[in-house]
């Protein structure tokens, strides 16, 4: 009996062997891996994978309530709605340089933390991909995401703005989403540094908020330059302050390189520190 | 036979707290268990091989090539790991797609891939459109292994992956397991069911509070594991007759009968000279027998041996 079934065992084996040699054949012989680490190819998995989260359901009821709650701040807020600048004026302090920030901070942080989880870092990072190559496409593929998001966010914003006629805000809507998307591109960038450094990276937002954005940003110097939430606001001043000058096209440019260049450095920071981190913990033990 | 990996007094602390205390080993070709309590530090071997943390001591190669963060040495491993925690809302054939790309394939082949690694599994394509996370254990199981065969590694490290299996079920992976091994795939495998690792594993290393217990290895060594049992277990009609015949022939150091499922534990004073006889004394005795085990498996006797000392 027990033979019997051991042979069927066996030939069933045999049978599903050959059938599946496409997987493992001359794997022994070779002493080289079978593949080897293709970066184009594994930036489509990040991206894929990381689409794959963003589409999920459960993400979009959270992204949904956001978004009421948003509409309803919206609704709420600028009174006199009237007055030229005031709703204009909450859009870009509030929202614009306080709430994308926040959220593209904690978006970013989040995400890279989500694939240091037990669970997901073996399955993505046992995998012949070098790790700032990593970090580089997972930056980029949750940035797609986070903007997309945003601009949902933004529509609303502005959408709410222009149902309530408040005055300069179709004026003021173009260089606002381009402040927007420079500023989702930098703080997703800090929040991927600080994901990187702790689990308690929203603490370390925090204080970068106090000190930098905060204390720095408000000290009438060059130093103020420091704080990327007080280059955008100036250059979105003249729509909700009125002794606001205008700003040229060289100040947005040279506003732009110098958040690329924050992005940039947070950026290479994270991979540094993601690259040598250990990823596991004495509770893996 | 070039080893897969070597550990020379490998260690590896996490502060005050011991992974792994100065272990030395050599990792052969074929299909390796290691055992060891919880704690004993087989997680903390599989992430030093597998790149993800650095040895605190001591030194380790896999392939020839220190594993730290060595793409070059990922690229011939793949890991099925012990945790159940799977991405949120996927298809296991779009996470293994994913998974496949970032593996170095382009998206036809990973997706081919895939396909193939589901079926060697034998993960049901009726399942595939569930999401993984909606798989029962066994088949979050299946999917793990899946996984693991996309990119054609040379070694593969599974910690625990029997979990959660029925015996059909233990016996498809040890199946696809003895296959990889068949085509030259190097595997280290983790359980606690330590009857299915004696019938898998060629090797053993036994691992016990971070340490590999040089008695502990002994007891499970390939010539430990030739020795005759110690002792055996038969189910039989009369446990009493036979065991008042062995004991006759000078056969038993002693012995227990248990009367409800009408069995015979003997403890042999000299087990080749029983086993040298065996067909002709059972017959002698007059005894219907029902069935003859080992009293206990090598492994456990391996790990008793070491709990006593």
Same mark, same amino acid.
Do not use: Q
């Given at each position: 009996m027990r033979e019997s079934s051991s042979g069927l065992l066996t030939s069933a084996a045999t049978t599903l062997r050959d059938a599946h040699r496409l997987l493992m054949t001359s794997t022994a012989a070779q002493?080289? @891996?079978?593949?080897?680490?293709?970066l184009s190819h594994a930036f489509a998995g990040v991206w894929q994978l990381t689409l794959r989260r963003y589409l999920l359901p459960s993400r979009w009821i959270t992204v949904g309530i956001g978004i009421v709650v948003l509409a309803l701040l919206s609704l709420g807020s600028?009174? @006199?709605?009237?007055? @030229?600048g005031r709703y204009t004026g909450w859009a870009i302090q509030f929202y614009i340089t306080f709430l994308v920030p926040a959220i593209a901070f904690m978006a970013a942080g989040g995400a890279l933390r989500d694939e240091m989880k037990s669970g997901t870092v073996d399955y993505v990072l046992t995998r012949p991909l070098p790790r700032p190559a990593f970090v580089g496409f997972k930056f980029l593929s949750h940035l797609v995401c986070a903007q997309l998001d945003l601009l949902l966010a933004f529509a609303v914003v502005v959408g709410v703005g222009l149902f309530r006629h408040a005055p300069g805000l179709a004026l003021a809507a173009l260089p606002m989403l381009v402040a927007q998307g420079l500023l989702v591109t930098a703080f997703s960038a800090l929040g991927f540094l600080c994901g990187a450094i702790t689990t308690r990276y929203v603490f370390i937002g925090l204080g970068y908020a106090a000190i930098i954005e905060a204390g720095v940003g408000q000290i009438p110097t060059q130093l103020s330059r420091l704080s990327m939430t007080h280059q955008v606001r100036d250059l979105l001043a003249p729509h909700f302050e009125r002794a606001a000058e205008q700003v040229t096209l060289l100040g947005w440019v040279g506003t732009g390189a110098i958040v690329a260049v924050f992005t940039v450095l947070f950026l290479g920071a994270a991979a540094a520190v993601f690259t040598v981190r250990e990823l596991a913990g004495p509770a893996d033990a | 036979m070039t080893p897969i990996a070597q550990a020379e007094n490998l260690s590896r602390f996490y502060g005050m707290i011991l992974?792994? +205390?100065n272990v030395s080993f050599t990792l052969r070709p074929g299909i390796t268990g290691i055992v060891g309590p919880n704690g004993a530090g087989k997680t903390t071997l599989f992430r030093l091989l597998l790149g993800q943390i650095r040895p605190s001591s001591g030194e380790l190669t896999v392939f020839g090539e220190?594993?730290? +963060?060595n793409p070059a040495v990922q690229a011939r491993l793949a890991y099925c790991p012990e945790s159940e925690v799977m991405p949120a809302g996927l298809r296991p054939l779009e996470w293994l797609t994913g998974l496949g790309q970032i593996s170095g394939l382009s998206a036809a082949e990973a997706d081919t891939r895939a396909r193939a690694a589901l079926d060697r599994v034998k993960l049901l394509p009726e399942h595939w459109k569930k999401r993984v996370t909606a798989y029962s254990k066994g088949m979050k199981q299946r999917v793990k292994l899946a996984q693991c065969l996309l990119h054609g590694p040379q070694l593969v490290i599974l910690d625990e992956p029997m979990n959660g299996l029925d015996p059909m079920g233990r016996e498809d992976i040890a199946n696809i397991l003895r296959d990889l091994a068949h085509d030259g795939v190097s595997v280290l495998i983790s359980s606690h069911i330590l009857h299915d690792l004696e019938a898998l594993c060629a090797e053993f290393i036994l691992l016990r509070w971070g340490r590999i217990p040089r008695s502990l290895n002994e007891t499970a060594s390939p010539d430990a594991r030739a020795r005759w049992p110690e002792a055996t277990t038969f189910r039989c009609e009369s446990p009493e007759k036979l065991a008042r015949f062995l004991f006759d022939r000078d056969l038993l150091r002693g012995c227990d009968i248990v009367a409800e499922t009408g069995s015979l534990h003997a403890r042999w004073r000299d087990p080749e000279k029983f086993f040298h006889q065996y067909h002709q004394l059972l017959l002698e005795s007059g005894v219907r027998i029902f069935e003859v085990q080992d009293t206990e498996s090598f492994l456990e006797k391996a790990i008793d041996h070491s709990a006593s000392s």
């Open positions: 002493s080289a @891996p079978r593949v080897a680490a293709n600028g009174h @006199p709605f009237d007055e @030229p | 992974g792994l +205390n220190r594993p730290w +963060n």
